[in-house]
């Protein structure tokens, strides 16, 4: 029986943005699942053909789902959402329908599903990006168009005063700003909560304009030293992303070998 996982992604433009942080996940995942295939798709048609246009294959993800569901098997799909929302929700309903035409069918979980899952997270960050003495962090999140900050909030919770979360969408720097300057810090880091630090998130971010993350904490007093390392960079990440594929095959009844 031909088993796959397929690493189920929003996308980023550039090879140089992905390998090093989801592309070190795919080769995590092909370890630790020895038995399986591990392949990527994009849910972003433009920035699949950019990958694609530079010497790394990459389907659109609805694509890849007919292939896959065409070919049989099992399928593992591993979203690198880090919460539940209308992007995960929208893939969890098209391979609700692909279900029966496939021998067996696993879908893990967001990132951030569970409590456990927030303080491990939140351990995760702690321990992989390194700050230097008296700054403070802000975590710069995608954010829901729905719930603006609201998927996160459990995480916020899991995190030291230090840590400050804002989200680009329906959110912005002002209040993770405010919390660093109640706790006393009059330095951050700024960095993206993003699984792949791509070229829009840099910009938005770190750009040098007046409305960038950067620009606007400054405006607010504090000195930001920006750092563009995606989440999947981290390898406390990868494996909590290899654990929750791992409980997702278990459920299912399929073996990880």
Known sequence: MKKTILLAEFGTARWADYAPAAGALEGELADAFPGWSVRRAFASSRLAAALTEQGHPTPHLPAALAELAAAGGALAVLPTHLAAGGEYDG?????SALGPRLSALA??????????DCIQVARALLEGILLEEGEGLVLMAHGSRAAGMGPYRPLAAALPQRVALGAMVNGGPEAAGRQLLRAGYRRCALAPLLVCAGGHARREMAG????SWLSRLR?????????HQGLAELPALRALYCRHLAEALAAAGLDSV
């Open 91 to 95: 893939l969890a309903a098209q391979l």
């Open 107 to 116: 879908v893990a979980r967001p990132l951030l599903s569970s409590g456990e």
């Open 208 to 211: 040098p304009g007046p409305d």
């Open 219 to 227: 405006g607010m007093g504090l000195a930001v030293r920006p750092l």
